[in-house]
């Protein structure tokens, strides 16, 4: 399926969409930048601490609600289009349901798992607990509310047509994010033939039935890494971060790098791409599923 | 200040890895950290380890720059790639003996801010949030905060408790609210170092760096910093923890031989 | 590490102790036989379903307590030993905490997490909540305490010195079962090189600082399945059912094959073990970990 | 009973493979369960998923016998092996549309023991335990069990409830205990098929096998079983559903054409 088809079909306006899931890797921008495209409106978005996607889908005024541990820039620092959000209202309000990492973690789970919230002791004593409509202290126990995305959207370096997606390296809230999600979106490096996904099945991430599209994307986490094909493109976040200081700046890149492209093939022709590749393999050694 | 054969922030870096003992699991984090726990793995902690919330384990730091946590030579030969909620249990459990958390203010009593500088519901400044701050803040063994030192920074009660220290510096406080590390034992700063007296409560002078006096460091303090007679001056970093600094971070991008102006901490305004 | 020295020192009288947590695969028969071996007594065993195993360890007076969703012999009905146990105290009395599948993981994600208990609607209805002092109603939910095993006993497919083991196939419990547990003794068909093990991080199990023992035990599992290795042994097991119907019966099968033989190395030489050899190979496709 | 082209087992085999529907996910279970699934798959269910509660996913039945859910051939192929939690999350989120449970009782409304016959304290008889059956009977949204007609399994009122049903029988319980799914649908035995009312209830009588009386089935039912005008005789095997069970059971290890005295229902004694 194509990237605009399917965020289209599968991300209307008003949904909750987690993203970012695996954390600083295997962020989903390609389909970020495609809601932005489609002037997504009112969303609410879900994740731990989505390294500047957040930040632009915020100045692009697409969002309602953020359900986060942390919006920013991860090598930068702060997110300049969430301050102006919280602080000035451009170019809308934003509403904030503050987490920590282990809390977004735990909202999924309970979701996961279809029960109204899940006990932990992390917060406790924490100004957040004050601050997020979905956290309550009962019995010494902070309890974190279910967090239920319509949509996570996944990143991942191989899957293939079925929705069977093969994700490797670090995988932050990948996992109960798509079991929370009444939907998966599957964006990926390679669309690969079912008997490479089914050779290694303990690598399939999510359930089949969870997952309505798969969109064959290569590049499509650029800037951020994915293990085994793209190192992290430091200078890209930094230039976003500077640029995105000032309404003008960002909206001046907002039209470089999502409004004024057609899709991502177009995106990636206008960089280096060659300089980010990762060119040192590392294969894993095989195991055998051998059965008769 | 006069120029000198360090940073101050690579002054930091190596003061923040002699808080790392042999054989710590290390909730590592980012940036300056992420330095500190590989210059103690090469000098005095061989046997220590690294967390990362992202969802790995490692045993040597990795071998090339890191601007994340997840940029993949951190991947390459982790002992364990895993999931966030996975890495969190076992700081849940205790097992965390050291963790680093950034901020953009800290308290006298140790409590971080990094979400709200006025009123929440409509903030001078939003700063990011917790990410996993607050939980290493509250489940760590100890931990340890880096900040530069300015009196905007290091504020006598913080707006908004994100990770808490020692609350509101009562002895026992964290006891009593449930809160299961001992919390921060170190605030390393840009002109010295603040420690905490055990069991928790107000943080007091430990040592000077070198070149600073103590009434530079209490101008720039936002309280009345309790300063002991036996202040110290902080032992400059080592010939090895240089060398190992600068083959961590080769640019100097998190040591501030580079010019970076996007400061992560920065409250801005 | 040796087997009876694993055993000796991680798993002393009076342990919690989980074991068959990937359910019918991998089960540490080998351990367990070396337990009884032993003379260990008034264990608490924690596990899913323990075809068998929980069986034996019970019919050789080993345990006090069994904390789990069911004990019999899978392929082949109730579990004999088991039942002389609860109707008739034979060899001992033996205390029950029912558990379902899915209650037993969460009392081990409970622990993992280091919280009381997680809730739950499962059991809702059934009367095992009233006859097990780990689940309690409130709110309408089930309450499901934390179980913490001293330690949990995992065969795996293949591990490194350092405790970076490496299995595959369906995982049942294993995960929680070895966060929740103070410590982890791998046994395992293969002990490989460190490279092997960190080639592919995202299939090492647990962090190496919960392994306290690794055991080279080529066929430790038997009569359960290994995937790549080893098919399951129906025989065997319908063999032991026929044979643990009486308590004669019973002592005559463990004298054969735990009590008179010295290990396991000793064991397999009385199996026809190339009847079982998985000689049909299935291997993964690699991914790849590159960095640079 | 006469001889027949097939067994008691093949019947109930076939006629559970008539309960999943085309795109069904199924909870599959062991045993005769797992036969209906292949021939479900076979026939008229070509899209129907499974799912294992030991932690896998399929699509394609086994392509060797399994002596259980966790043989290698059960693995190989898989869409997915995961973690049992994982598939239970996916039953708990109202995803399995058919589950189903063994048991050694079943009650006039469904519920099942599989734990205790006697006082738990002191049993008569210990059964193995709920497996997963208690988690299949709260969170599938319909399930179906498989039972031997004899008057002591299907009893009144089960002496302990593993695995709810319809509990005291009255509309609505399982929505007033905060139970998910709608409950048991069917209680395939040796001679019938029993079905429950939409809401829950107390079982009638749908079917008959052939060759068997609604007298001789009454008799061996421990209670005045409800027996609607309009009972009918249970399809008997169609020759493909036969060949389709022969080929995944060609022993006929779990449909009775292999001497199989250590039945996993029996109740013992």
């Known amino acids: 399926m194509s990237m605009a088809r399917a965020i289209e079909r ?16 295997l962020i989903p921008f390609a389909a970020g930048h495609e809601m932005i495209r489609q002037g997504r409106r009112e969303l609410e978005l879900v994740g731990p601490i989505s390294d500047s996607l957040f930040d632009q889908l915020i100045g692009a005024g697409c969002v309602r609600r953020v359900t986060a541990a942390w919006v920013g820039n991860v090598s930068e620092g702060l997110g300049h ?7 000035q209202q451009i170019p809308r309000a934003v509403e904030v349901h503050d987490h920590s990492n282990f809390s977004i973690s735990l909202a999924l789970w309970a979701a996961a798992w279809n029960v109204p919230s899940l006990p932990t002791r992390t917060l406790l004593g924490s100004d957040i607990l004050a601050n997020s409509p979905g956290l309550s202290v009962r019995d010494g126990l902070v309890h974190v509310d279910a967090v239920r995305p319509d949509v996570a959207v996944v990143h991942v370096q191989r899957a293939d047509e079925h929705g069977r997606a093969h994700a490797w390296g670090p995988l932050g809230i990948t996992e109960e994010a798509g079991l929370a999600a009444d939907r998966v979106v599957i964006t990926c490096e390679e669309v690969v033939e079912a008997e490479v996904t089914l050779s290694d099945p303990n690598r399939i991430l999510f359930p089949e039935t969870k997952v309505v599209a798969v969109v064959h994307e290569p590049g499509g986490a ?8 793209f190192k992290r493109d430091h200078a890209f976040y930094g ?36 300089r980010l590749r990762i060119t040192r393999h590392r294969p894993s050694v095989p195991v055998d599923f051998g059965d008769e | 200040m006069t120029s000198k054969a360090y940073t101050p922030q690579e002054l930091m870096v190596a003061v923040a890895s002699r808080e790392i003992r042999d054989g710590d699991l290390v909730f590592v984090g980012m940036r300056q950290p992420m330095l500190a726990y590989a210059v103690a793995r090469n000098a005095h902690a061989p046997n220590a380890r690294g967390l990362f919330e992202v969802g790995l384990m490692r045993d040597q730091p990795a071998s090339a720059f890191l601007g994340t946590m997840g940029d993949p030579p951190n991947v390459a030969g982790a002992l364990w790639a895993t999931r966030m909620s996975n890495a969190m249990a ?17 308290d006298r009593f140790g ?6 500088v006025g009123e929440p519901r409509s903030p001078m400044v939003k700063l990011p949030g917790s990410g996993g701050g607050a939980d290493i803040a509250i489940l760590s063994r100890r931990w340890v905060t880096l ?8 504020v006598d009660r913080v707006s908004f408790i994100t990770s808490p ?9 964290r006891k009593t609210n449930g809160l299961l590390g001992a919390g921060p034992v170190a605030i390393i700063t840009t002109l010295g170092v603040l420690r905490f007296p055990e069991g928790g409560g107000e943080s007091y002078l430990a040592s000077v760096h070198p070149g600073h006096t103590v009434d530079e460091l209490l101008a720039e303090t936002g309280w009345p910093l309790r300063v002991p007679d036996d202040v110290s001056e902080t032992s400059a970093p080592t010939a090895a923890e240089l060398a190992a600094i600068r083959r961590f971070d080769p640019g100097g991008f998190w040591t501030g031989r580079q010019l970076h102006n996007n400061d992560p901490n920065a409250t801005g305004a």
């Open chain 2, 111 to 116: 409590n971080l801010n990094t979400s709200y």
């Open chain 1, 222 to 229: 650029h800037p951020s890494p994915v293990q085994g094909y």
């Open chain 1, 239 to 274: 230039e976003y971060a500077e640029r995105s200081r000032s309404v003008e700046g960002f909206t001046a890149w907002l039209e470089q790098w999502v409004g004024g492209i057609q899709d991502r093939p177009h995106y990636m022709q206008r960089i280096d791409i060659d």
């Open chain 2, 165 to 173: 220290g020692h609350g509101d510096g009562t002895r026992g406080w």
């Open chain 2, 147 to 154: 900040m530069t030192h300015e009196r905007r920074r290091l």
């Open chain 1, 81 to 87: 289009c969430y301050r102006r959000a919280c602080e």
């Open chain 2, 90 to 106: 076992l700081m849940a459990q205790g097992s965390v003996d050291l963790g680093f958390i950034g901020g953009a203010e800290v």
């Open chain 1, 10 to 25: 599968f991300v209307p306006d008003g949904s909750t969409v987690a993203m970012g899931v695996a954390l600083e890797p």
